[in-house]
């Protein structure tokens, strides 16, 4: 997310908005004020809060958010340059370029809302502290706040946002920690290990997706089922908890242990 905010930062604020719209009524989550009370408006530049992406007028008086989701894309097209014949929101800028969310695949997941600054506030205010950068101690009090399975917590955008389900993977296994460990039993050292790997990981990601690379070379865990582990050479493991999939090395973070697929052991129970 971060590396599309920087990408959006300086284009999105170079040209008034002449027309905002279409936007694709399942996309589009807020009828008041209509999407047109952007015309006419600039936009001050791309920021981010987790994985929402904020676009404020200049005027200081509305806010665009977007949230992608995981099929999301926004792009910013020049003028002239060939785009989506119907995306699921366009911004026509003066001077002919647009920004274009597409969403590939048929459900509509993604969403987008205009918003006043106040209603923007309080739409991310249920938002946990920023990831990157969390540092061991915040960590520390998150760990021993309640006691979760650490793959579940630190996919939970209410206390840590701007980790998602593939970068929990990278994280956890950066860390050798189990997926399913719970937080209030790490010890501090483990926690200073996990805090770690949050900046790393995410500070690799965020180089990668600037440099333009794809999943395959992002991920070195996530949906890599049957690859050799990076640092072990294992073969990686895959699980099911709750309604995701989790990928782990047995040898780095489990000690050698298989984890149990938590839906199935549910049902047999
Ligand atoms: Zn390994």
């Given at each position: 997310m971060e590396a599309w905010r920087r990408q959006l930062d300086g284009p999105v604020s170079a040209f008034p908005i002449a027309k905002a719209g279409p936007a694709h009524i399942a996309t589009?989550?807020?009828?008041?004020?209509?999407?047109?009370?952007?015309?006419g408006r600039g936009f001050e530049g791309a920021r981010r809060r987790a994985k929402r992406l904020l676009f404020p007028t200049d005027d200081g008086e509305l806010v665009l958010l977007v949230h992608l989701m995981t099929a999301g894309r926004l792009r910013y097209l020049q003028a002239g340059e060939q785009g989506p014949k119907t995306p699921a929101l366009q911004i026509a800028f003066e001077g002919g370029a647009r920004l274009v969310l597409t969403e590939a695949g048929s459900k509509k997941r993604a969403g987008v809302w205009l918003l006043t600054p106040e209603a923007a506030a309080a739409e991310l205010e249920h938002l946990g502290p920023e990831a990157l950068h969390l540092g061991a101690e915040p960590l520390a009090e998150i760990c021993a706040d309640e006691s979760r399975r650490l793959h579940s917590l630190l996919r939970d955008q209410r206390v840590i946002a701007g980790i998602g389900r593939a970068w929990a993977n990278e994280i956890l296994h950066r860390a050798r920690l189990s997926p399913y460990a719970l937080s209030r039993d790490l010890t501090s050292e483990e926690v200073e290990r996990l805090a770690a790997a949050i900046d790393a990981e995410l500070e690799r990601g965020l180089e990668l997706r600037e440099r333009g690379a794809k999943d395959k070379r992002t991920y070195r865990v996530h949906d890599a089922l049957d690859e050799p582990c990076y640092v072990c050479g294992m073969p990686i493991a895959r699980v099911d908890f709750e309604e995701h999939t989790i990928y782990y090395c047995p040898e780095c973070q489990t000690g050698g242990r298989i984890l149990k697929d938590r839906r199935l052991s549910r049902l047999l129970r």
């Open positions: 589009l989550k807020t009828f008041d004020p209509p999407l047109s009370a952007l015309d």
